[in-house]
């Protein structure tokens, strides 16, 4: 007798923050093609609605603005309900703030902008999906966090401290939905050196760039930079009722990073 597929979505709906480009795209892909009616959401309108055009049937595009609790109402009004969360959007601060970001020198207003993006963000996503998912009789929260959650990143801490923030919101999402019987899953996902365009700044372009690319992916012990696809995968499984007995945990898709201890900041 065939067994069902644990990994298939069908059926399910899923909404994903930050979904233009990048770990958000390549989740809502995955999603697609495991049978999920996808909403991807982002503020890249063009962009956005290019992307979700590509997908064809049981895709479609909304704006959302992660930060505005009215933006989130919006679309938690607009759409049925949904039984999947990917809190993907998210900003490192180094392009779009001024900065500085070191811990002796910073601009609170930029950290205040981070902290509003990938902390405030997916608070609300949690929120909001809570109440969408308890009436539907459960469903899983997936919060993309990062490497930079776990340890200290000294020329980025206003990101560092937001993803660590995280972390640890996952935690008591899933405490509470499990001490209120929600049959609702929270889990975090912190991605490590994964080759997207948040770390286009900081590569560069042309042979600079393969040379940068070649630099990090030296410091991972599986010796490459990761793919958009690894994480979007680990998501694709958080997702399904494979993980149905997981939850308040992370997985780590950082190419073995984080199992050493090589992160020792270089000194001035």
């Not at 490192?92 to 609170?108: Q, Y």
């Not at 109440?131 to 990143?153: D, P």
């Not at 499990?178 to 590569?203: Q, V």
């Amino acid at each position: 007798m065939a067994q069902t597929n644990p990994f298939t979505l069908s059926g399910k709906t899923a909404l994903i923050t930050g979904s233009a480009q990048g770990i958000g795209l390549a989740t809502a892909q995955a999603f697609h093609r495991a049978g999920a009616t996808v909403i991807l959401t982002d503020i890249q309108e063009g962009t956005g609605e290019n992307a979700a055009g590509t997908l064809g049937g049981r895709a479609k595009y909304m704006h959302l603005d992660v930060t505005l609790e009215a933006s989130w109402k919006k679309v938690c009004q607009d759409i049925s309900g949904f039984d999947v969360l990917v809190n993907n959007a998210g900003t490192t601060g180094l392009s779009n703030t001024l900065g500085p970001h070191d811990p002796e020198h910073l601009d609170m207003n930029s950290w205040k902008e981070v902290h509003r993006v990938n902390l405030d963000g997916v608070a609300l996503g949690c929120k909001y999906a809570i109440s969408a998912m308890k009436e539907r009789g459960g469903g899983s929260i997936i919060n993309i966090s990062s490497r930079s959650g776990v340890v200290g990143i000294p020329a980025a801490t206003a990101y560092a401290a937001s993803k660590a923030g995280v972390r640890n919101h996952t935690k008591s999402v899933a405490l509470y939905c499990a001490e209120n019987s929600y049959n609702i899953r929270c889990n975090s996902i912190h991605p490590g050196a994964i080759l997207t365009p948040m770390w286009d700044p900081m590569l560069g372009e042309g042979a600079a760039r393969i040379e940068a690319i070649a630099g990090v992916a030296a410091g991972v012990p599986l010796g490459r930079m990761g793919l958009a696809d690894d994480v979007a995968y680990a998501a694709l499984y958080l997702a399904s009722d494979a993980s149905s007995y997981i939850t308040g945990t992370e997985i780590h898709v950082d190419g073995g990073i984080l199992a050493g201890s090589s992160a020792t900041p270089e000194p001035k």
